[in-house]
């Protein structure tokens, strides 16, 4: 149960606790304490970690906020940790984990997404595209804050299903896709069978998304499940695999850094430009850089069996052997 | 207002990034480009870029017209370069079997209705629904990556198309 009992600070921003964390924020940073420590954090970097946790559900295996917090998703439950995957907090007995029912870490999460945003603040958009999260409390923006993450059960476009992006429903061309085509491929369906023959220009949706690193799913083929985004500035989260993923790089580039998941440990930098292909292995971590809006498209196998698939050695830790 | 110019990638026109190594394996990236895989298919060979567990996806140099395909799932064909045709058929019969994955190769014709036809181009993504038949057709050059499971025709080239080094 989260606990916002207590008034307010005198910037006007609540404390929150949950077990035995507690999370305070002044005007430029979150305080985090544990029973073994504690850890500061910019409010920014931490609003934009916590709305992705949030909107993804706490997404595949790990994200980490930074080197030392994070969370872990059990898909059902869900661990808070703090200094678990740093290799010096291990060593020294100071790190700390607690797990939590999904919904109750959640809560917590969306009534600090709620009170600590700011009124034009928006965690999901590229720096250069929105306010000014510093400061003392003033209003709120839980319009962006609690928007819908998009999930198609077939694809996109397919009747029923999730809807086409447009000006008039709220999704204008961002500025960095101006130049992105928006011609609709030619659709020539038979009578009866309109509703299967479907097909809609992606790089179009993709050129009018309103957030950043932010995947979500346009298409599945049963758990195969294609979850492209938009890319700008950093991926705040430094996401932690439980599963082999997948990225192709559809535009522009992203730069990545890859380190060993349980200690960070520096693996590789990855390099992606149009056209590549890339897996991540099962037991890294990463993080990514992108110097102009990029289109992403992350391939996701979404099947709840892989972590004790990978566990018991049944699927792999590297996507492919050759 | 900064003018943005958005770099796609075509067979005419990419450029390959990589894996810098600082203490790991490149194979374990397998990192490949679409176009240059594409570059060197021959037409409509289905080669993997991409595997997870079952799940593929596959890099299709479009050049010409495709023999018929029946799939026993949905299967989604995004265009990376080119305009391709896709022509869409409801078999009268069941042509492959709906608890196998990836698609069958048809020989000669199907017999049952069109659907209908979609002309793609980059950008443009088209669902080949399950238990129906599709072919492709580009006029010049084009290329598909195809979001599907593995099948009898499924290549696997890891060796010739990563980065091993
Ligand atoms: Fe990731």
């Not at chain 1, 049963?222 to 989260?237: G, R």
């Not at chain 2, 990419?14 to 894996?19: F, I, L, M, N, S």
């Amino acid at each position: 149960m989260t606990i916002t009992d207590e008034a307010p600070n005198q910037l006007g921003y609540r404390q929150f606790r949950v077990g035995g964390f507690t999370f305070s924020r002044d005007e430029y940073f979150v305080t985090v304490e544990w029973p073994t420590g504690n850890h500061q954090m910019p409010v920014d970097h931490w609003l934009r970690c916590v709305q992705r946790d949030v909107a993804w559900g706490f997404f595949y295996g790990i994200v980490n906020f930074d080197s030392v917090i994070g969370t872990m998703n059990h898909y059902g439950t869900v661990d808070m940790f703090a200094g678990r995957f740093n290799e010096a907090y291990r060593r020294a007995e100071v790190d700390y984990n607690e797990t939590f029912g999904h919904d109750e870490l959640l809560d917590c999460f969306r009534a600090m997404l709620s009170d600590w945003t700011n009124e034009g603040y928006d965690p999901f958009a590229a720096p250069l595209e929105t306010g000014s999260a510093f400061g003392p409390s003033s209003g709120n923006n839980d319009e962006a804050v609690t928007r819908r993450r998009v999930v198609a059960e077939r694809m996109v476009g397919v009747p029923g299903d999730e809807p086409l992006r447009s000006d008039d429903s709220g999704f204008p061309v961002n500025r960095a896709f101006a130049d992105v085509d928006q011609g609709e491929p030619e659709i020539d369906a038979a009578p009866g069978y309109e509703d299967e023959v479907c097909s809609f220009n992606l790089f179009a949706y993709l050129s009018r998304s309103d957030v950043t690193w932010n995947p979500s799913v346009v298409s599945a083929c049963k758990e195969s499940l294609y979850c492209p985004t938009t890319e700008e500035f950093t991926l705040p989260v430094i996401h932690g695999n439980d599963r082999v993923e997948w990225f192709v790089q559809i535009s522009d580039e992203i730069q990545w850094d890859v380190e060993d998941r349980d200690t960070g440990a520096k693996r590789a930098r990855v390099i992606m430009r149009a056209g590549d292909v890339a897996a991540m292995p099962a037991d890294i971590r990463h993080t990514g850089y992108s110097p102009k809006r990029s289109m992403l498209l992350v391939w996701e196998n979404g099947s709840p069996r892989i972590p004790e698939m990978i566990a018991k050695g049944e699927a792999p830790v590297h996507p492919v052997d050759f | 207002m900064t003018d943005y110019k958005t770099v796609f990638g075509s067979l005419e026109d990419y450029a390959k990034g990589g894996v810098h190594i600082v203490d790991d394996d490149p194979k374990y990236y397998a990192f490949s480009n679409i176009f240059e895989v594409a570059s060197q298919a021959a037409p409509y060979e289905k080669i993997a870029v991409g595997k997870n567990l079952e799940y593929v996806l596959e890099a299709i140099r479009a050049e010409g017209t495709s023999e018929w395909r029946a799939t026993p799932h949905d299967e989604f064909a995004l265009v990376m370069d080119g305009t391709v045709r896709i022509e869409l058929f409801d078999p009268t019969a069941e042509l492959v079997d709906p608890s196998t994955g990836g698609s069958v190769t048809l020989h000669g014709e199907p017999e049952g209705n069109p659907m209908g036809t979609v002309t793609a181009q980059r950008g443009h993504m088209t669902m080949l629904p399950a238990g129906k038949a599709y072919r492709m057709h580009c006029d010049g050059v084009g290329v598909v990556l195809l979001q599907t499971i593995e099948g009898p025709d499924t290549v696997y080239r890891w060796a010739d198309i990563c980065q091993t080094f």
